[in-house]
């Protein structure tokens, strides 16, 4: 129905800088919010940002001032750009969805996720 197609992590420097993209495709009507989570080994999944159709846009505290969520409605594709990358910010990071369907019905989708690590 809905597929994710995340990109864009890797391996950075503590100060660096990544971008993360992710793309949706399917039978989408609508998307109403994008965000991106992360996992870290032995830790729980945590929301990192989010942002609506609208463009009203939520941070965690861990992340605030040095990332920025985005999103090109026309792409169906959602961005994170990440600045002044940190050990602690090593996870996967997923992407995440809320979609409207051609039919109606409203589910939330999970992009594949994608490792970044932060390390000298």
């Known amino acids: 129905q809905v597929q994710l197609v995340e990109s864009g992590g890797g391996l950075v420097q503590p100060g660096g800088s990544l971008r993360l993209s992710c793309a949706a495709s399917?039978?989408?009507?609508?998307?109403?919010?994008m965000g991106w989570y992360r996992q870290a080994p032995g830790k729980q999944r945590e929301l990192v940002a989010d942002i609506t159709r609208g463009g009203s846009t939520f941070y965690a505290d861990s992340v605030k001032g040095r990332f920025t969520i985005s999103r090109d409605n026309a792409k169906n594709t959602v961005y994170l750009q990440m600045n002044s990358l940190k050990p602690e910010d090593t996870a996967v990071y997923y992407c995440n969805v809320r979609c409207l369907l051609s039919d109606r019905r409203i589910n939330d989708y999970w992009g594949q996720g994608t490792q970044v690590t932060v390390s000298s």
């Open positions: 399917g039978s989408i009507f609508s998307i109403y919010t």
